[in-house]
C-alpha cells in the first residue's frame, strides 16, 4: 500500500527532516510512527497526502510514485485517503453534519447519498444526534470523533492520523483510538503518528530520531 | 455533468450566503458599485437624448441667403432667376419676410415682444440645396454669393448640426473614458473584497485543498462572489439611472418644448438594462479573477 524507498527531506535552509527512509505498510495492515517532537513524524504524513514532495527517494502509494504526480492530479489522489490532524482543522462556522458534508461534496457525491453517508459516518463515532451542532459546541473527543467522521465518509482506501490521542484525557484517547482500529477491521490501512503506541494494540511500529529510523 | 452543475449551484448559494452574512459592509460595496455605473450609464441616457435631438435637425448641407432690408419684391424675383441659373445651385426656396414674420409669432413664446416692434424686422431669404457638399466648395459658392448687390448676409446653415455633432463625438469620448476609469474602479472594489475573502476563508480553503478540492472548486464560489456583486451593483445602479430618467423626465420635457425641439428622457430599454447588468457581472467576475489569481495561491 505505503513504500517508502530511501527518503530524505530536507527544508531550507538545510534542515534534515528525514533520512534515507525505507518502509513498507501493507493493504489492511497498521503502523505506527513514533518518536520525539521533530523527529520527522508529520513530515512523513505530509510526505504521503502528497503535502510535500521528498528531496531524494521514492514515495509510492498504491503504486503510484507520488514525485511523478502532476499538480492537477494531486486533488483526485488525495480523495482516496483520509486525514485526521492533530489540530482537526474543523470549519468552524460550519455544523457538524456540513463539516462532514465537505469531502462528499468536493469529490461530487449526489447530494442525497452523501446525505446518508454523512449520517453514517456520524453514527458510527457516536455524533449521530449531534448533526446540527456546530464544532464550538463539542468537547475535545468529539471534535476528534468528528474529524474521523469526515476522514472516513469517502471510504479511503488510507487513513492517515497526526496525534489523534494528543491532548485528550486517557478514556477519550483510548475511545478515539478504538473507532481508528474499528475503522481497519473493514480493511482500511492506517498510520498513526503518536506517542500512545499502547493505545492501538497490534500495530507495527517505526520509531523516528531525527528524521531516521531508529526502530 | 450533474455533479458539476451541482456545485455550481452549491458555489452560487454559498457565495449569495457571504455576501448575506455581512450585510451592512455588503449594501455599501453595491451602493459603490452602483454609484460608480450609475455615472456613465446616465451619461449614456442624455447623449441619447442629444442624439435624438441632432438626429431631428437637418444635416444636409444648405445656404441660406438674407436680403438687406432695402431689397424689394422685383429685386428678390431678379434675384430668385439669377439664382436658378447659378451653377451649384441645386434647390431654391423663397421664404418672405411676411412668412418669416408669421413663423416667429407663431412660436417660441416670442409673440408678444414682435408685436411691440414698429415694423417687421426680417428679411427676404432664399435657402438654397448645392450639387456639391464639400466644405470647401460650399464657402467658395457662400463668398461668391455675398458679393451680389442686395444680399446682407450668407450663412452655411449645416455648420451648427456639425457643431453637435462634434460635441456628441466628443461626449462619447468623454463617456468611453469616464466608463472605463469607473469600470476599473468596479474591478478594483471586487478585488479588494475577494481578496478579504480569501484571507477570511483561509482555513476553509486549506481543509478543502486537504481533502482534495481542485483549485477550480475552491475558486468558484468566489467568481460567483464577485460576479454577483458585480450584478448587485449593476441592480442598484439600473435603479438610480431608471429613478433618475423618471424624477426628470417631465422638468426636461418642459423645457425642450419652450424651445420647440425634441429632448424626451428615456428611461433604460430591456437590452440596455441587459447589458447594464451582464457589463457589471463581468467587471465583478474579472476582479475576482485577479484577485484570485494575486492571492490563492499564496494561501
Known amino acids: 500500500m505505503i513504500r517508502f524507498d530511501r527518503v530524505s527531506k530536507r527544508y531550507p ?77 474543523l470549519l468552524f462556522d460550519r455544523s457538524v453534519f456540513d463539516n462532514v458534508m465537505l469531502p462528499l461534496s468536493i469529490s461530487g457525491f449526489p447530494p442525497r447519498e ?14 449521530g444526534k449531534r448533526e446540527k451542532a456546530l464544532p464550538i459546541m463539542l468537547s475535545g473527543g468529539e471534535q476528534q470523533r468528528l474529524a474521523i467522521a469526515r476522514a472516513v465518509v469517502g471510504r479511503p482506501e488510507l487513513l492517515l492520523a497526526d496525534e489523534p490521542t494528543a491532548h485528550l484525557d486517557g478514556d477519550t484517547a483510548s475511545d478515539v483510538a478504538r473507532i481508528l482500529l474499528e475503522f481497519n477491521r473493514f480493511g482500511v490501512s492506517l498510520l498513526v503518528a503518536t506517542y500512545a503506541h499502547e493505545l492501538f494494540p497490534g500495530g507495527n511500529r517505526l520509531l523516528l530520531d531525527h528524521g531516521r529510523r531508529v526502530g | 455533468m450533474k455533479a458539476w452543475l451541482s456545485h455550481h449551484r452549491q458555489s452560487a448559494s454559498l457565495a449569495w450566503r457571504r ?29 441619447s437624448a442629444a442624439r435624438q435631438l441632432a438626429g431631428t435637425a437637418t444635416a444636409t448641407p444648405q445656404i441660406s441667403i438674407f436680403m438687406g432690408n432695402t431689397v424689394d419684391r422685383a429685386m428678390a424675383n431678379d434675384m430668385r432667376s439669377r439664382l436658378e441659373k447659378q451653377a451649384g445651385v441645386k434647390r ?44 470647401e466648395a460650399m464657402e467658395k459658392l457662400a463668398a461668391e454669393l455675398r458679393k451680389w448687390p442686395g444680399v446682407e448676409q450668407v450663412q452655411l446653415d449645416s455648420a451648427w448640426v456639425r457643431r453637435l455633432d462634434a460635441l456628441l463625438k466628443l461626449g462619447r469620448s468623454a463617456l468611453l473614458l469616464l466608463a472605463s476609469l469607473l469600470g476599473c474602479g468596479l474591478v478594483a472594489i471586487s478585488f479588494g473584497i475577494i481578496r478579504m475573502q480569501v484571507l477570511t476563508q483561509h482555513a476553509e480553503i486549506e481543509v478543502s ?29 439600473w435603479l438610480l439611472v431608471t429613478a433618475s430618467t423618471l424624477w426628470l423626465r417631465a422638468p426636461m420635457a418642459e423645457l425642450a418644448g419652450m424651445y420647440e425641439i425634441n429632448l424626451a428622457l428615456k428611461a433604460p430599454d430591456i437590452v440596455e ?8 457581472a463581468v467587471l465583478g467576475w474579472l476582479g475576482a479573477v485577479f484577485s484570485l489569481r494575486q492571492t490563492i495561491e499564496n494561501t
Open chain 1, 13 to 89: 535552509p538545510g534542515v534534515d527532516a528525514l533520512l534515507d527512509l525505507s518502509f513498507e505498510v501493507s493493504e489492511g495492515q497498521v503502523l505506527l510512527v513514533g518518536g520525539h517532537s521533530g523527529a520527522g513524524k508529520s513530515t512523513l504524513l505530509k510526505l504521503i497526502a502528497g503535502v510535500e514532495k521528498s528531496t531524494s527517494g521514492a514515495v509510492l502509494v498504491g503504486g503510484q510514485n507520488l514525485g511523478g504526480l502532476p499538480t492537477s492530479a494531486l486533488p483526485y489522489y488525495r480523495r482516496r485517503i483520509g486525514m485526521v490532524f492533530q489540530d482537526q482543522k
Open chain 1, 114 to 127: 452523501a446525505a446518508s453517508r454523512v449520517r453514517a459516518a456520524l453514527d458510527k463515532v457516536g455524533l
Open chain 2, 19 to 47: 455576501l448575506a452574512a455581512t450585510p451592512v459592509n455588503s449594501l455599501l460595496s453595491l451602493l459603490a458599485i452602483g454609484i460608480a455605473l450609475a455615472l456613465p450609464a446616465g451619461g449614456q441616457m442624455l447623449l
Open chain 2, 92 to 135: 431654391l426656396q423663397f421664404i418672405t419676410r411676411e412668412e418669416t414674420l408669421a413663423r416667429m409669432k407663431a412660436g417660441a413664446g416670442l409673440r408678444d415682444v414682435i408685436e411691440a416692434l414698429p415694423a417687421n424686422p426680417f428679411p427676404d431669404a432664399f435657402v438654397i440645396g448645392v450639387g456639391d457638399e464639400r466644405p
Open chain 2, 209 to 237: 485543498r486537504l481533502l482534495g478540492a481542485t483549485e477550480a472548486y475552491i475558486r468558484r464560489p468566489f467568481l460567483y462572489h464577485g460576479s454577483l456583486l458585480g450584478l448587485g451593483g449593476g441592480l442598484v445602479a
Open chain 2, 273 to 280: 438594462s441587459g447589458l447594464l447588468l451582464v457589463f457589471a
